[in-house]
């Protein structure tokens, strides 16, 4: 996957930091995104993430994801 693909979310998967349900279990499973970022350096220093993908779901919405949780929309 690269910047700008677009992903959907395959697994089950709930957060608690999306906008509209602060606090609350809100199940993401199945929502389409784009990734924005793929995170593999920090300070110029390469690093290996467990959550290295950066998906935009809504302008306000962006959660880190893995490799294991999306696939790729076509």
Do not use: A, C
């Amino acid at each position: 996957m690269k910047v700008g693909d677009r992903v959907r979310v395959k697994t089950q998967l709930s957060v608690f930091h999306h906008p509209e349900h602060k606090g609350n279990s809100f199940e993401i499973t199945g929502l389409e995104g784009e990734v924005v970022r793929i995170h593999t350096e920090w300070h110029g220093r390469p690093i290996s993430p467990n959550y290295p993908y950066e998906v935009r779901f809504t302008p306000r919405f962006v959660t880190h994801l893995s490799d294991h949780e999306i696939e790729l929309v076509s």
